[in-house]
């Protein structure tokens, strides 16, 4: 079994940086990819960015140029460095752990975060 707990989130104005924080625990050696989630009030859960073992990373297109997704498969931490942020960008940001048996794919596993709040103000 593997837990995982997010942080970093908080205020900014837009324009501004965040970085967020996801740290796994128990068995760490068996996660193949790690993505960040976001979901904003009223609107479904959906996939922001996702790296794998190997450091492969995707992103979704309203994100692109501005998020960082990075890795550290020794501590089983997963980063999002979030910069320019938009007020579009306000959600509730959760860590998962899943698998990405080929670039472009992910598929999310049953493996959570509690979820990190991020607001960004215009």
């Known amino acids: 079994q593997v837990q995982l707990v997010d942080s970093g989130g908080g205020l900014v104005q837009a324009g501004g940086s965040l970085t967020l924080s996801c740290a796994a625990s128990g068995r760490t050696d068996s996660i193949n990819a790690m993505a960040w989630y976001r979901q904003a009030p009223g609107k479904q859960r959906q996939l922001v960015a996702f790296?794998?073992?190997?450091?492969?990373?995707n992103y979704i297109e309203s994100v692109k140029g501005r998020f960082s997704i990075s890795r550290e498969n020794a501590k089983g931490t997963v980063y999002l460095q979030m910069n320019s942020l938009e007020p579009e960008d306000t959600a509730v940001y959760y860590c998962n752990i899943g698998i990405s048996p080929y670039n472009g794919y992910y598929q999310a596993l049953d493996y959570w975060g509690k979820g990190t709040l991020v607001t960004v103000s215009s």
């Open positions: 790296i794998s073992r190997s450091g492969t990373t």
